[in-house]
């Protein structure tokens, strides 16, 4: 095995890692995870949903789209790039079934010319956001990372499709990559730095508490008829600092064997239903929330939990927030936050 790069190695040699998506929240967090280790970090970002206080002073910001060839072109010359976090894309799965177009565009398509200017700058290495949504329903409790990948939306599929690309390239070009399958990501910076800040969104912890802070009326369940213990949706929730962090170990373990490629999922390994979620909202905010029980969602699986140990065996990654009632902590201090920022 070659000997692993420090991380003052890699900032001393100034190549710096791309971030795109940089100014949404889990590409926030991944840029402040580079930045407290050492790394010299790039940000591209469209501002769809993200936004440009979430990026911090001093780091080379470009608003554009990752399907701009030329511009990447110039980011990746100027900024002497090295290797690439690829968090940009769409990630609704209600939409996905809506407007399937939207998701092979924005998760797919987009990701190709990314991939592609890539290879022709000669990046080495990539760290792509991809998710548990590639299983659809797995047919077994614990989810791991040979369990058959059959999709049930599109979003699904085109984080599939994106992984496919990257596993075709790395086997073509002098590019090796590490795909992290996602389960839900939840939580705020712990230092309150920057966290899920997006209008309208689906998140169930944020609408949760959106909805303790008077921000919203209710908060919908969705299906109470799930082979789940207590009828609702079971999902393996992560903390999104430890996402971060997992991805920072990720980039070192592609730099230090440039001929493996890696694909692992990042999750807990500890599933929690909707009504345990709310529960832990009620108890942590002392307000109890206003529940109205819907029908399924189109494309939701029952139950979705991680089985986390090749990521474990992989990398010296330690979770520090693996703990439900601190990642919901972590978020209302951010909505508290927010809630200022937006006076």
């Known amino acids: 095995m070659t000997?692993?790069?420090?991380?003052?190695?890699?900032?001393?040699?100034?190549?710096?890692?791309?971030?795109t998506g940089g100014a949404g929240y889990i590409g926030s967090h991944g840029v402040l995870a580079l930045l407290d280790a050492g790394w010299p970090v790039v940000v591209i970002d469209n501002l769809t949903t993200g936004?440009?206080?979430?990026?911090?002073?001093?780091?080379?910001?470009?608003e554009g789209d990752i399907e701009d060839a030329q511009l990447l072109a110039r980011i990746f010359a100027d900024e002497n790039v090295g290797a690439i976090m690829h968090f940009a894309g769409s990630v609704v799965v209600p939409e996905s079934v809506a407007n399937p177009l939207k998701y092979y565009h924005n998760n797919t398509a987009k990701s190709r010319v990314l991939i592609e200017a890539a290879v022709k700058a000669g990046i080495g290495h990539f760290i792509f956001s991809s998710t548990a949504a590639t299983y659809g329903?797995?047919?077994?409790?614990?989810?791991?990372?040979?369990?058959?990948?059959?999709?049930?939306n599109p979003y699904g599929w085109s984080?599939?499709?994106t992984e496919q690309m990257?596993?075709?390239?790395?086997?073509?070009?002098?590019?090796?990559?590490?795909?992290?399958?996602?389960?839900?990501?939840?939580?705020?910076?712990p230092q309150a730095r920057t966290g899920q800040s997006?209008?309208?969104?689906?998140?169930?912890?944020?609408?949760?508490?959106?909805?303790?802070?008077?921000?919203?009326?209710?908060?919908?369940?969705?299906?109470?008829?799930?082979?789940?213990?207590?009828?609702?949706g079971v999902r393996d929730y992560i903390h999104v600092s430890d996402l971060a962090s997992a991805h920072v170990h990720a980039l070192e373990a592609l730099m230090a064997e440039p001929t493996r490629s890696l694909i692992m999922n990042c999750g807990y390994g500890r599933g929690f239903s909707v009504l345990e979620v709310l529960d832990?909202?009620?108890?942590?905010?002392?307000?109890?929330?206003?529940?109205?029980?819907?029908?399924?969602?189109?494309?939701?699986?029952?139950?979705?939990?991680?089985?986390?140990?090749?990521?474990?065996?992989?990398?010296?990654?330690?979770?520090?927030?693996?703990?439900?009632?601190?990642i919901i902590s972590h978020a209302l201090a951010w909505e508290r936050k927010l809630t200022d920022l937006r006076g």
């Not at 832990?280 to 139950?303: L, Q």
Request: hydrophobic residues 40%.
């Open 137 to 152: 329903v797995p047919d077994v409790a614990a989810v791991s990372e040979d369990t058959p990948q059959r999709p049930i």
């Open 51 to 62: 936004f440009r206080w979430a990026v911090p002073d001093g780091v080379p910001f470009y």
């Open 280 to 326: 832990a909202v009620d108890r942590v905010t002392n307000n109890p929330i206003d529940r109205r029980f819907e029908g399924r969602r189109a494309g939701d699986p029952a139950s979705l939990i991680s089985d986390p140990s090749l990521i474990r065996e992989t990398l010296p990654w330690e979770p520090k927030y693996a703990d439900l009632d601190t």
């Open 3 to 19: 000997s692993k790069p420090t991380l003052a190695k890699a900032a001393g040699n100034k190549q710096a890692v791309l971030v």
């Open 166 to 189: 990257l596993g075709d390239v790395a086997g073509a070009h002098p590019l090796n990559f590490c795909a992290l399958r996602y389960f839900n990501v939840a939580g705020a910076d």
């Open 198 to 232: 997006t209008a309208g969104a689906t998140h169930l912890i944020k609408v949760a508490l959106e909805a303790a802070l008077g921000k919203r009326d209710y908060v919908g369940v969705f299906g109470t008829d799930f082979d789940t213990p207590d009828g609702t």
């Open 159 to 161: 984080k599939l499709m």
